[in-house]
């Protein structure tokens, strides 16, 4: 079943058919690129470099129009910024006024944009924009001018659960898995690593941690937000009530309105584990979810364990697991996904998408059933993600 | 006065070289910012801090202060070191 939203306006689409085509976009530490596809999605098309030698944290298209692309970068040692197009890279506009925290005394510095998400269906043009350090930051005309969003800020808790930079991930702590519900645009998720899952009923006036039933590392409170570190959450766009995440020490479902994760990791092959950075859903089937694992032994190599890459699937919301790995390589690929390099289109059957780390960009058209390289020799892969178009 | 423009920022002003001009370096950042939008976040932060990696140079002498005085004929380098892969 194909879902089509009247709130798009016809123009970005979600289900197949023909004179649809599909763009993938990649952003990567030296620029980004667009790959473009009809809705058979067996041939590609190049377009690219875009802002070549430019960091490209995100790069996302508004599913609500259709047209309007927005590209967190960050120059080398410039300040962060971010650029517009709305018509598909062939020209950018700066942002007037970029994510920037308050002058205050004690007051951060953004560092990057690293998460962009279109707000709720019936706020058109608002945006959302997750940044390093974590900070949450809202745009209400299209992404040219962002101002300081909620309490998250700057709140004692919230400031002291963020932890330090000495605390976050080695490019830096970030908010992330920016999740606006589909029935009700005052119901939020964010989610920081670290600094846990959290969840506002209220627009984001208010915050409220959702942690019950992670782990952390062993020998930490996992009652304490700071020691959380979920490395991507996502909702269910089918069933807005469930969200799966990939976490620091496994996979887990959340059904709503409960409030206790449960782990799902644990019944993937022991020799693989659960450890990984992205996890995606279906965007029809809330039973179906992918992942892509990582060495999370020892030194926590992160990488395909064994070399030997896969996507692992379940279709039956986390109680088994399949191996998809036809088209990858058998061995001797030590490949490591980023939590945003992984993405998957809304065409019938779904395609699921990742990038690696070593530049190179896989598709597969049939859910993971086989998989194709797109592209090798790209810069450091950042993000992918897909547009419907037509 | 003279404002010499690292290659990463003329992007903003087209040009390697600008006339520019203030009582002071933060003014001078300023009317650079009036003229080429999006220049001072590039090389300040929303605190007011000079970011890493980022240089100013009168008349050859580093400054690291905002309030820095400038007179005419001074000329300004900004730097923008090159380090990383």
Redesign the interface.
């Known amino acids: 079943m194909a879902i089509t939203s009247k709130k798009t306006g016809g123009r970005a689409r979600t289900g197949a058919g023909p004179g649809r085509r599909v763009v993938v976009l990649v952003a990567t530490r030296k620029g980004a690129w667009l790959y473009h596809a009809d809705a058979g999605r067996r041939s590609w098309r190049a377009d690219g470099p875009h802002f070549l030698g430019q960091i490209i944290h995100h790069l996302v298209l508004d599913p609500r129009d259709g047209k309007t692309l927005l590209a967190a970068a960050s120059t080398g040692h410039l300040g962060p910024t971010l650029f517009r197009s709305t018509n598909l890279g062939r020209s950018w506009q700066e942002a007037d006024r970029p994510p920037a925290f308050a002058k205050a005394p004690d007051g951060r510095s953004v560092k990057h944009t690293f998460w962009l998400a279109p707000a709720h269906p019936d706020e058109p043009g608002a945006w959302y924009a997750g940044t390093s350090p974590q900070g949450l930051f809202r745009s209400e005309d299209g992404g040219l001018s962002w101002a300081p969003f909620s309490c998250i800020n700057d709140d004692p808790d919230y400031r002291r659960w963020m932890g330090t930079e000495q605390d976050g991930t080695p490019d830096g702590p970030k908010l992330h898995s920016i999740l606006v519900d589909p029935r009700d645009p005052a119901h939020l998720y964010v989610a920081m690593s670290g600094g846990g899952v959290h969840e506002s009923l209220d627009g984001g006036r208010t915050f409220k941690p959702l942690l019950d039933g992670l782990d952390v590392v062993e020998g930490f409170d996992a009652s304490q937000p700071t020691f959380h570190d979920p490395h991507c959450v996502r909702l269910c766009p089918s069933r807005p009530d469930r969200l799966y995440q990939q976490n620091h020490c496994g996979i887990y479902r959340l059904d709503r309105p409960g409030g206790q994760w449960v782990r799902i990791g644990n019944t993937m092959p022991k020799r693989v584990g659960d450890i990984g950075f992205p996890i995606v859903v279906h965007p029809r089937d809330a039973d179906t979810a992918w992942v892509f694992p990582m060495d999370g032994t020892s030194v926590w190599p992160r990488t395909s364990p064994g070399g030997k890459p896969a996507v692992y699937a379940t279709s039956n919301a986390g109680r088994s697991w399949q191996r998809l790995d036809a088209g990858l390589p058998e061995q001797q690929a030590w490949w490591t996904v980023k939590r945003q390099a992984m993405t998957t289109d809304p065409l019938d059957p779904a395609g699921v998408y990742f990038g690696t780390t070593s530049g190179e960009l896989w598709a597969s058209r049939n859910e993971g059933g086989r998989w194709s390289c797109l592209a090798r020799h790209l810069p450091e892969i950042y993000a992918v993600e897909t547009a419907v178009l037509g | 006065m003279n404002v010499l423009i690292p290659s990463?920022?003329h992007s903003y002003t087209r040009h390697s070289q600008v006339e520019a001009g203030g009582a002071d370096l933060a003014e001078l950042l300023s009317n650079l910012e009036a003229r080429y939008?999006?220049i001072r976040?590039?090389?300040?932060?929303?605190?007011?801090?000079i970011?890493?990696?980022?240089r100013f140079f009168v008349n050859g002498e580093q400054v690291r202060e905002l309030s820095y005085p400038l007179h005419a004929g001074d000329e300004l380098v900004i730097v923008?070191?090159?380090?990383?892969g």
């Open positions: 990463a920022l939008p999006g976040f590039r090389v300040l932060d929303e605190q007011d801090a970011r890493p990696h980022i923008q070191a090159l380090s990383g």
